[in-house]
């Protein structure tokens, strides 16, 4: 691994880690409408519980904490053992695993959904393709991956950001993650969109993403046109091949 590889990044921010994004108020957005998002879909994937679950780079658990109820059992993958020793507490029915499953496939027999949140926006393309084919082996036939990215270049805010001479490392559109999937074999079936409106950094803030305003706004999100240009995104996508 590459001193740039995100898989370092996160290794020893256990302790700090939930509490660094409950203290940003766009992730604690992002979080909060990822979490119903899933809350509302995921069970309608399936007749009863997702039968073996799977939460792919699961860090603290806090999307593997949404899904743990809806499973009827559930797996948590992550390198960082410092980052699932705070997950096992919030999910005591979960069995983690610390491994990296693109060096070697992990000890779990295929599942029937893979969820992976803040991993693909901030990875780099080549782990996103070796992610994405580990992934793809550990799905059953007509699996389901529930993917999202945070990190969206096509979003107004960042356009604006580049229109004023602004430089960022941002660049997985909701087109590249299509490709990408596409590559993988996944198609997607429906991408539902967060936040389409927060357009400048002072929308981020904690007093703008609690007012009235921001509830009559969101919902737009939701339509399927607006959520190439949405801060966030979450992907349904299932394996074709």
Same mark, same amino acid.
């Given at each position: 691994?590459?001193?740039?590889?995100?898989?370092?990044?996160?290794?020893?921010?256990?302790?700090?880690?939930?509490? &660094?994004?409950?203290?940003?108020?766009?992730?604690?957005?992002?979080?909060?409408?990822?979490?119903?998002?899933?809350?509302?879909?995921?069970?309608?994937?399936?007749?009863?519980?997702?039968?073996?679950?799977?939460?792919?780079?699961?860090?603290?658990?806090?999307?593997?904490?949404?899904?743990?109820?809806?499973?009827?059992?559930?797996?948590?993958?992550?390198?960082?053992?410092?980052?699932?020793?705070?997950?096992?507490?919030?999910?005591?029915?979960?069995?983690?695993?610390?491994?990296?499953?693109?060096?070697?496939?992990?000890?779990?027999?295929?599942?029937?959904?893979?969820?992976?949140?803040?991993?693909?926006?901030?990875?780099?393309?080549?782990?996103?393709?070796?992610?994405?084919?580990?992934?793809?082996?550990?799905?059953?036939?007509?699996? &389901?991956?529930?993917?999202?990215?945070?990190?969206?270049?096509?979003?107004?805010?960042?356009?604006?950001?580049?229109?004023?001479?602004?430089?960022?490392?941002?660049?997985?559109?909701?087109?590249?993650?299509?490709?990408?999937?596409?590559?993988?074999?996944?198609?997607?079936?429906?991408?539902?969109?967060?936040?389409?409106?927060?357009?400048?950094?002072?929308?981020?803030?904690?007093?703008?993403?609690?007012?009235?305003?921001?509830?009559?706004?969101?919902?737009?999100?939701?339509?399927?046109?607006?959520?190439?240009?949405?801060?966030?995104?979450?992907?349904?996508?299932?394996?074709?091949?």
């Amino acid at each position: 691994m590459s001193d740039s590889d995100y898989r370092l990044s996160h290794l020893d921010r256990g302790d700090t880690y939930d509490r &660094y994004l409950a203290d940003t108020p766009i992730d604690s957005y992002m979080h909060e409408m990822e979490s119903r998002i899933v809350r509302r879909v995921a069970p309608a994937l399936f007749d009863g519980p997702i039968p073996r679950y799977l939460d792919f780079a699961c860090g603290t658990g806090r999307m593997t904490s949404v899904f743990e109820p809806m499973a009827g059992t559930a797996f948590g993958i992550d390198v960082s053992e410092s980052m699932v020793s705070q997950a096992r507490g919030k999910c005591p029915r979960t069995q983690f695993r610390i491994h990296d499953i693109t060096q070697s496939p992990p000890d779990i027999a295929p599942v029937d959904l893979v969820s992976s949140f803040r991993f693909f926006g901030n990875a780099n393309d080549d782990l996103r393709v070796a992610v994405l084919d580990a992934l793809n082996r550990l799905l059953l036939p007509g699996g &389901y991956l529930v993917v999202n990215n945070h990190r969206n270049p096509q979003t107004v805010h960042h356009l604006l950001y580049r229109l004023t001479g602004g430089t960022e490392t941002v660049d997985l559109s909701y087109f590249k993650m299509r490709r990408l999937l596409r590559a993988a074999g996944f198609a997607i079936q429906r991408t539902y969109g967060i936040g389409w409106w927060i357009v400048r950094s002072r929308l981020a803030r904690q007093e703008m993403l609690d007012s009235a305003l921001a509830r009559f706004l969101e919902p737009a999100s939701r339509l399927p046109f607006l959520a190439p240009i949405c801060t966030d995104m979450v992907i349904v996508a299932r394996k074709v091949r």
